[in-house]
């Protein structure tokens, strides 16, 4: 590691969402010097079917990339780490893009995490009762690679599945453009291909659900080559990505991450030492990290594998090197939000009152529900409104697609306190949806007593609290809010060789920032709520 008097070493993590890409300048303390985003295209082509554009995606990574570098002595920059999405990423043999949609544009040549078309193709695939599904909770998700490759094979034969030689993980996309190697992170292929990290592939699964032609020439269309996160790749950046990102060439680049696993990465393995709480001297697997932004996930990790009923895992070595991971999730959270509060009658006035407050929409929500709660507890003020959050269908612990949301309680008016109320009652069924999958869990062996958050909505207050609250847990943030960000760039630190290992670096890169602990004037609210759920 270098010295206090050494010149200091810059690391860039680079983090591709669902609708921008971010990237960050850190240094070897974990702190962000420079920070820019770009959005990204999305396109809705019919319901359910969403897609994005690897070029698209590129060009954004270098607008953001040069961005965090300008004035900075490039010497002093030592790695690069990339996290994505797990969308995927179609390629030809000649790694051009090809079309995942029926209009022929192969533009738009990713098929995104969220998008549910191969629901058929995932209840064939669930119908075999495959041994692999005993990793992914008994149940593979629609949101998985496999139903999206029999997809394309079943509906875009011509066009698409015949012309393919590359199917990536977007984050081992990224690093292939950066490094021209296709090895892939064995995060990655864990996760969502059903690879594992003591077996490899299992031929007799791709062959019994009719995706057979993947398994031909030793799996070189989905990778035959896998690395841990955080290994250097190749010999680092190739001189023609580092004229477009703006990098020096040759600096080392990282196996990737998927995003919420770069989360879980920058926020886990905190200092928690002076703030009281009950994971101090507790090993690592006492703690949950929680990524919550678009949709959220619950990540766990473990010294041996434990297989919990609808939440996927255990995956072995996909976020901390030796730790199994279990990975809980929802399938829209702020995206749910989002969704209730701008649908809401009251909601242009809202816009408008917060604009003139120059305030975002859910910071003057959060006020108007101090200036109306009088004085009860906040949580109190739902006490006749209920929201089951599954608009989207549940990913865990029910792991069933196929779940609709629900909203109990409504009356005729549908003024600003309403619409309040009703922002408070999804924030509140959210965080029910996390301590379902604490309880599921739990139940199967895992010990948890803190959770760490970050991403999009760890900036909410309310969010933060309602956590605390309905989980009875305590909260910790990170001192440094883009947790996503650093743990991209602790990838990019491992692979420089400044750090002996992942678990070095995030100790040494992640910082605790603040605790909310759990108010306990809310459980009677609480026990409301247990008899709601546990009616419905």
Not at 107 to 121: C, E, G, P, T
Not at 150 to 169: I, S
Not at 372 to 385: R, W
Request: hydrophobic residues 40%.
């Amino acid at each position: 590691m270098s010295g206090g008097d050494e010149p200091r070493s810059y690391y860039v993590g680079m983090d591709v969402g669902t609708g921008s890409v971010r990237a960050a300048l850190v240094d070897q303390r974990g702190t962000l010097l420079a920070f820019a985003d770009q959005p990204i295209n999305q396109w809705e082509p019919q319901f359910n079917h969403h897609e994005q554009s690897s070029e698209d995606i590129w060009a954004a990574c270098c607008v953001v990339s040069k961005k965090v570098v300008q004035g900075v002595n490039l010497h002093q920059i030592r790695g690069l780490g990339f996290d994505a999405t797990c969308s995927l990423v179609v390629l030809d043999k000649q790694f051009r893009p090809l079309p995942v949609n029926r209009e022929g544009d192969s533009h738009r040549n990713i098929i995104m995490w969220l998008d549910h078309r191969a629901v058929s193709q995932v209840h064939r695939i669930n119908q075999t009762k495959h041994s692999v599904l005993q990793y992914v909770g008994g149940v593979m998700s629609v949101e998985m690679q496999a139903p999206k490759l029999l997809w394309l094979k079943e509906n875009l034969r011509e066009t698409c599945w015949d012309k393919a030689g590359h199917f990536f993980d977007l984050p081992d996309f990224l690093s292939w453009k950066a490094t021209g190697v296709t090895a892939r992170s064995l995060c990655s292929l864990v996760c969502k291909w059903t690879y594992s990290a003591e077996k490899g592939w299992d031929d007799s699964f791709w062959k019994m659900v009719g995706l057979e032609d993947l398994v031909t020439d030793n799996y070189s269309k989905i990778g035959n080559q896998v690395l841990p996160p955080g290994a250097s790749l190749g010999s680092g950046l190739t001189p023609e990505a580092a004229k477009d990102l703006g990098l020096p060439p040759g600096i080392a680049v990282a196996a990737s991450l998927i995003d919420a696993h770069a989360g879980g990465l920058g926020v886990i393995g905190a200092d928690v030492k002076g703030h009281g709480l009950a994971c101090e001297g507790q090993p690592v697997t006492s703690r949950l990290a929680v990524i919550c932004g678009t949709s959220s996930c619950h990540m766990g990790i473990s010294k041996n594998p434990i297989f919990v009923p609808g939440v996927w895992g255990p995956y072995f070595s996909a976020m901390v090197p030796g730790f199994w991971l279990n990975e809980g999730g929802q399938s829209v959270t702020g995206k749910l939000i989002d969704h209730m509060v701008q649908g809401h009658a009251a909601f242009p006035e809202l816009q408008a009152k917060a604009k003139a407050r120059r305030q975002s929409v859910y910071a003057y929500l959060n006020s108007h529900l101090d200036l109306i709660k009088k004085a009860q507890p906040v949580g109190f003020l739902t006490v006749d409104l209920h929201v089951w959050p599954d608009f989207h269908g549940n990913r865990s612990p029910l792991a069933d697609l196929t779940l609709k949301g629900m909203v109990t309680g409504l009356k005729l008016s549908q003024d600003l306190d309403d619409l309040a109320i009703l922002y408070l009652a999804t924030v509140q069924a959210i965080a029910f949806g996390t301590r379902l999958i604490i309880e599921a869990m739990e139940s199967a062996g895992h010990s948890i007593s803190t959770l760490f958050l970050c991403g999009g909505l760890s900036k909410n207050p309310l969010f933060v609290q309602m956590h605390a609250d309905i989980t009875g847990m305590p909260v910790v943030l990170s001192q440094e809010v883009e947790s996503v960000l650093v743990g991209a760039a602790v990838l990019g630190a491992c692979a420089s060789g400044d750090f002996a290992s992942v678990q070095e670096a995030m100790a040494k890169m992640s910082r605790v920032g603040k605790v909310v602990f759990p108010r306990h004037e809310d459980k009677r609210i609480l026990e409301g709520y247990e008899n709601i759920s546990s009616r419905v």
